[in-house]
Structures are given as C-alpha cells and as structure tokens.
C-alpha cells in the first residue's frame, strides 16, 4: 500500500483474469484516449471503470431479484 500526495492510497494488487476481459478494458482503454487525446493504460482504464461503478457492491443483486438458480426452482402448489 502507498499513500498518494491528493490524501488517498494505492493498493497494488494482482487480478488473474479471463482474455476476454483484458479486450474489453483495451476497448475501454481507447475510448478514454480518444476522450482524452492521449494514451491511457490498462491500469487507468481499470481505475476509470471502478470509480465510474455504483458505489454499491457490483456482486449485490438489486432488492426483489433472486438468483437465477433460485427463481429456476419449480413451485409446489397448495404449499404456504
């Protein structure tokens, strides 16, 4: 961890994750080089992405929706 000179901290942290992902941060990574005019890292893409998000935790479904396995479920009639 390293303190930053604006007040906050930098965890570094590594992240195994699929190829797929990676394409999609570079597509990431050129849509804010062309906003920006400059080149922008993958880190930054990253960054960008997470402080974009809600604040709220992105695994948390929303209230009322239930997990696909759940919802799959077949109802018993005449149950309470």
């Not at 994750?17 to 999609?24: H, K, L, Q, S, Y």
């Not at 402080?51 to 077949?74: D, I």
């Amino acid at each position: 961890m390293q303190a930053l000179p604006d007040g906050e901290a930098e965890l570094a942290l590594v992240v195994r994750i699929p190829w797929e992902d990676v394409a999609r941060l570079g597509q990431e990574a050129g849509r804010l080089a062309a906003q920006t005019g400059r080149p922008v890292t993958l880190d930054e893409a990253v960054s960008y992405r997470l402080r974009s998000t809600r604040p709220t935790a992105t695994h948390a479904k929303p209230a009322g929706e239930q997990p696909a396995a759940v919802s799959a479920l077949p109802r018993i009639s005449g149950t309470a």
